[in-house]
């Protein structure tokens, strides 16, 4: 069985896999179905993001497919990055340029404060056109300094409530028990399983 995964991040595809070893499930990613077109992420929530690109991706390949939206709120920055995580320093920023914009922002933040968590929505959709969506969330705080080599985007200053090192720190064993796309992930495959089981 077949799953395309709506992306172009082999980070996320990576992540996505992992989880679903052992299911009977195939990943497929869209550079493995030709020219897909991209799809603009300008919706105001992650489900808005996740429904578009899973709706576009389904339209195209008419087999299973799951779409992500996924970014962190940092509670004294209002929230922010959030829904703009990805293009929080424009298109093209390095990961190193998006970091460095949260830390500068946070600052002046005391430890206390630094509160934060990643969200992720995933948008499954069905040969027939059926969509359900996952949320899965990790609550955590904002580290000082980048620590760790593990993991992308802004894992080294993500520390999740109960450890004391990053994301990227941890690495994808960790990682894949307790990350936001992780826990929306479960709810995926729990679902798929009761679907095709």
Not at 4 to 21: F, G, I, P, S, W
Not at 39 to 60: M, Q
């Amino acid at each position: 069985m077949n799953l395309l995964l709506a992306t172009r991040n082999r980070n996320k595809v990576v992540e996505m896999q992992h989880a679903l070893e052992g299911t009977g499930w195939q990943v497929m990613m869209l550079s493995d179905l030709g020219d897909v077109p991209e799809v603009e992420e300008d919706g105001a929530t992650f489900e808005e993001n996740a429904r578009k690109k899973a709706r576009s991706a389904a339209r195209y390949s008419r087999r299973w497919t799951l779409a992500e939206d996924a970014g962190l709120e940092v509670d004294a920055l209002g929230g922010e990055p959030g829904v703009r995580s990805a293009r929080y320093c424009g298109e093209g920023a390095s990961d190193t340029d998006k970091i460095n914009k949260v830390l500068g922002a946070a600052a002046a933040v005391p430890d206390e404060r630094r509160t934060a968590r990643f969200r992720c929505v995933m948008c499954l959709i069905d040969p027939a056109g059926n969509e359900t969506c996952f949320e899965g969330r990790c609550d955590g705080r904002i580290s000082r300094e980048p620590r760790g080599t593990s993991g992308f985007g802004y894992d080294p200053i993500f520390v999740p409530d109960g450890y004391d090192r990053t994301f990227a720190e941890l690495g994808l064993e960790v990682k894949g028990r307790i990350s936001h796309r992780a826990r929306a992930m479960r709810q995926v495959i729990e679902y798929l399983s009761r679907t095709k089981g």
